[in-house]
């Protein structure tokens, strides 16, 4: 699932820009919620005490809508 969030991430944003996480589940035919729990695990989010890889960054505006990106 990792390979082909990153791989789907990379098609819809080559140039990193957020992309929003509705998008990306419709794209992927996946919940948000599973998403989330996917790209948490990618972020540099700490799961447990153990910082994650850092490959993603997720964000969530005020109105609630939440975005991903890729880091260089």
Sequence with gaps: ???LLLQT???LAPGGEPVALT???K???ERV?????E???LS?????GVAGPGLVQLA???SGRWTVRLVA
């Design 1 to 3: 699932m990792r390979e």
């Design 9 to 11: 991430l990379n098609e």
């Design 23 to 25: 998008r990306l589940a």
């Design 27 to 29: 794209r992927l035919d």
């Design 33 to 37: 919620s599973v998403l989330l729990r």
């Design 39 to 41: 790209l948490t695990a």
């Design 44 to 48: 540099d989010a700490s799961v447990g």
């Design 60 to 62: 969530c505006d005020d």
